[in-house]
C-alpha cells in the first residue's frame, strides 16, 4: 500500500500555503470539466461525491472512472466521499476502493461525534483510506451552523486521529442570503493549535478575497459546489434560449460544460493551487 495521494497533497499544500479544490461533481460531464480544466492548468484536485451522487452514479461505476481518469491526467486526482452520515456506507465505500471520505457527525454531540469518527478512522486505515471529520457545524442556507471551538478542535484532533479537520468559521452551504461574516481570528486559532490540514466547507459565493484570507490563516482544501451547479445550469438554460429545437445531448451539454469551465479555473487560481499538480 503506497501512501495515500490525498494525504499527500493535503500535507504539501498545509505546508506550502495554497488550498486543494475539491470540486462536488454530479455526472459524467460535470467530472470532466474539472479533470479537464485541472490538467490544463496542473493543478492537483478532489472530485468530491455525496451519498446522493455516489447513488446516481453506481459506485463501482464511479470507481471504474476514477481509475480512468487517474490514469489518463498527469495530475494528482482523488476522488473524496463528500458528508457521509451513515458510517456504515461511508465504510462500505472504503472497502469498495475509494481512498478518501468524509464522516459528518458534525450534528452529533462532541463525544458522539470522537466515537464516530474514531471507528471510522480505525476502520479506514486498514485500507489505507484517509478520513475528514467536521467539529462545530457549517449552516445551509438559512439554516445557522455552530462555529468551530478551537479548544475543542484540538482535543478531537487529538482523540479521533483524524487526517483533516472541516472547521465552521461561519461559511454556508449553498449562497449566502447578506454578506458572508467569516471568524478569521477564530480560524487562526485552530491552525495555531491543530497541525493537520484544514477544510473550508460552503466555499460558494465567497470573495476572491475572503477565500484567499482562509488559505493564509491554515485553509487546505476548499469546497465548491453550489457555484458548479449553478454555472452549468445557466449554460444549459442560455444555450436553449437561443436553440429551443436543440436536441443534440452533446451540443447543449458541451454549453453547460464551457460555462462550468470558468467557475473551475477561477477557483484553481483563487486557490493558488495552479502549477502544484
Ligand atoms: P457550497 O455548495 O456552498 O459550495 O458548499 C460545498 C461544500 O461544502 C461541499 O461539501
Redesign the pocket.
Known amino acids: 500500500m503506497g501512501e495515500n495521494k490525498g494525504k499527500i497533497i493535503l500535507q504539501k499544500a498545509r505546508k506550502e500555503g495554497f488550498a486543494v479544490p475539491a470540486f462536488?461533481i454530479y455526472n459524467l460531464e460535470t467530472m470532466q470539466v474539472v479533470l479537464e480544466t485541472a490538467a490544463r492548468m496542473q493543478s492537483p484536485v478532489m472530485l468530491?461525491t455525496t451519498p446522493s451522487t455516489v447513488n446516481y452514479f453506481g459506485h463501482d461505476f464511479l470507481l471504474a472512472l476514477a481509475e480512468k481518469a487517474r490514469e489518463r491526467y498527469k495530475i494528482p486526482v482523488v476522488f473524496h466521499l463528500?458528508?457521509f452520515q451513515d458510517k456504515e456506507e461511508l465504510k462500505k465505500y472504503i472497502k469498495a476502493g475509494f481512498s478518501s471520505g468524509m464522516i459528518d457527525a458534525s450534528r452529533s454531540p462532541y463525544t458522539e461525534n470522537v466515537e464516530i469518527v474514531k471507528e471510522v478512522v480505525s476502520f479506514a486505515r486498514g485500507y489505507g483510506s484517509v478520513v475528514e471529520a467536521e467539529l462545530g457545524n457549517?449552516g445551509r442556507g438559512e439554516q445557522k451552523g455552530t462555529l468551530t471551538e478551537p479548544g475543542e478542535a484540538k482535543g478531537f484532533v487529538r482523540e479521533t486521529g483524524v487526517d483533516s479537520l472541516a472547521v465552521a468559521i461561519g461559511t454556508?452551504?449553498?449562497i449566502f442570503k447578506g454578506k458572508p461574516n467569516l471568524d478569521f481570528k477564530r480560524l487562526e486559532e485552530i491552525s495555531n493549535l491543530v497541525d493537520i490540514p484544514l477544510v473550508l466547507?460552503?466555499?460558494?459565493?465567497l470573495s476572491d478575497n475572503d477565500l484567499k484570507e482562509t488559505i493564509k490563516r491554515g485553509i487546505s482544501k476548499i469546497?465548491?459546489?453550489?457555484?458548479l451547479k449553478e454555472a452549468f445550469t445557466d449554460g444549459l438554460k442560455n444555450y436553449f434560449q437561443e436553440n429551443p429545437e436543440e436536441n443534440d445531448l452533446r451540443h447543449y451539454m458541451e454549453a453547460g460544460k464551457k460555462s462550468m469551465e470558468k467557475v473551475v479555473a477561477e477557483k484553481i487560481k483563487v486557490c493558488g493551487s495552479e502549477g502544484r499538480g
Do not use: K, R
Open positions: 462536488n468530491a463528500d458528508h457549517v454556508v452551504h449553498g466547507h460552503g466555499g460558494s459565493g469546497n465548491i459546489a453550489t457555484e
